[in-house]
């Protein structure tokens, strides 16, 4: 049997594993568009080196013979073909399809969003290269559009680094979680000489092709090396043919019906409208669950 995953974060990997130690004998073939996919749990830790790379990068040579990983982005998934179209052109067909693609950052809308230096923390691929920015960056801006703590905790473990002026500007839609306690917070980053905007946005990057300082919509203006984002998070799809994505917008549940031998989803991708409060290392339990689950249905 032939089992593809699209998908190499802690879902995939852990419904690979899975599937190894209940079908020793099948083919499996894990698809990522990133080349070393990584635990999104240990990213903070990771940036200050306080994670080690055999920690924080997914092993995918831990798993017994029989799985192929593949580094490339999926343009198409075709259930009725059971065939999944790369973005460099190839196609891989399979006995069963595994969705298992998370969930992504929702694009702010914000002049100079796409200036150099701008990152999601949610999306970024290239997670060298964004260490490797921080470690050179003087002015860390830190912008939390989301309820998700992942700004908050990078924060705080930026302040281990010598020699950074961080500031951290969060919106209004944090202000429930932080009104009781906003004193003590407001002491914890003065301690830690954090800049602390408060319920406000960005407006605007600034720079010549690559950032130089960020405009609030409180019109202060801060120098900037980089901008982290922590924004909401959103299911990560794929076009699935033969469906629309306006029938995708309520999740993949009315999906599966009609294909509940070929198509499986497994983890968060599998959330409606994810928009609530999301901890990733609470998230890895989830997706192991799930693919324990998965992995017991697709031996059926």
């Given at each position: 049997m032939k089992i593809g995953i699209i998908g190499g974060g802690i879902a995939g990997f852990s419904c690979a594993r899975k599937l190894k130690e209940k079908i020793s004998n099948c083919q499996i073939t894990v698809i990522d568009k990133r080349r070393e996919p990584f635990k999104k749990y240990l990213l903070s830790r990771w940036l200050i080196n306080k994670a080690k790379d055999s920690d924080f990068f997914i092993n995918w040579q831990s798993i017994n013979s029989g799985v192929e990983f593949i580094s490339s982005r999926v343009?198409?998934?075709?259930?009725?073909?059971?065939?999944?179209?790369?973005?460099?052109?190839?196609?891989?067909?399979?006995?069963?399809i595994v969705l298992a693609t998370g969930l992504e950052a929702e694009r702010l809308d914000f002049k100079g969003a796409r200036k150099k230096g701008v990152y999601y923390l949610a999306n970024y691929l290239a997670v060298r290269e964004l260490k490797e920015t921080i470690r050179r960056a003087r002015h860390i801006l830190v912008y939390t559009s989301s309820i998700s703590m992942f700004g908050l905790e990078l924060v705080s473990f930026l302040t281990r680094l010598e020699g950074k002026i961080i500031n951290l500007v969060y919106n209004q839609t944090l202000s429930f979680i932080y009104d009781k306690e906003s004193l003590s917070l407001r002491e914890y980053l003065s301690l830690k000489n954090i800049g602390l905007y408060a319920h406000t946005k960005i407006e605007e990057v600034l720079g010549e092709g690559r950032i130089k300082a960020a405009r609030l919509s409180s019109n202060k203006i801060l120098a900037s090396d980089i901008l982290l984002i922590d924004s909401f998070l959103k299911p990560s799809?794929?076009?699935?043919?033969?469906?629309?994505?306006a029938e995708k917008e309520g999740g993949l549940k009315d999906i599966l019906p009609g294909y509940r031998k070929v198509f499986f989803v497994c983890g968060d991708v599998n959330s409606v409208k994810e928009r609530g409060i999301n901890f990733f290392f609470l998230n890895r339990l989830r997706a192991q669950r799930d693919a324990s689950e998965l992995a017991g249905a697709l031996c059926r």
């Amino acid at each position: 049997m032939k089992i593809g995953i699209i998908g190499g974060g802690i879902a995939g990997f852990s419904c690979a594993r899975k599937l190894k130690e209940k079908i020793s004998n099948c083919q499996i073939t894990v698809i990522d568009k990133r080349r070393e996919p990584f635990k999104k749990y240990l990213l903070s830790r990771w940036l200050i080196n306080k994670a080690k790379d055999s920690d924080f990068f997914i092993n995918w040579q831990s798993i017994n013979s029989g799985v192929e990983f593949i580094s490339s982005r999926v343009e198409k998934i075709n259930l009725d073909r059971r065939s999944v179209y790369l973005k460099e052109g190839g196609v891989q067909v399979f006995d069963k399809i595994v969705l298992a693609t998370g969930l992504e950052a929702e694009r702010l809308d914000f002049k100079g969003a796409r200036k150099k230096g701008v990152y999601y923390l949610a999306n970024y691929l290239a997670v060298r290269e964004l260490k490797e920015t921080i470690r050179r960056a003087r002015h860390i801006l830190v912008y939390t559009s989301s309820i998700s703590m992942f700004g908050l905790e990078l924060v705080s473990f930026l302040t281990r680094l010598e020699g950074k002026i961080i500031n951290l500007v969060y919106n209004q839609t944090l202000s429930f979680i932080y009104d009781k306690e906003s004193l003590s917070l407001r002491e914890y980053l003065s301690l830690k000489n954090i800049g602390l905007y408060a319920h406000t946005k960005i407006e605007e990057v600034l720079g010549e092709g690559r950032i130089k300082a960020a405009r609030l919509s409180s019109n202060k203006i801060l120098a900037s090396d980089i901008l982290l984002i922590d924004s909401f998070l959103k299911p990560s799809l794929i076009e699935i043919a033969p469906f629309s994505s306006a029938e995708k917008e309520g999740g993949l549940k009315d999906i599966l019906p009609g294909y509940r031998k070929v198509f499986f989803v497994c983890g968060d991708v599998n959330s409606v409208k994810e928009r609530g409060i999301n901890f990733f290392f609470l998230n890895r339990l989830r997706a192991q669950r799930d693919a324990s689950e998965l992995a017991g249905a697709l031996c059926r």
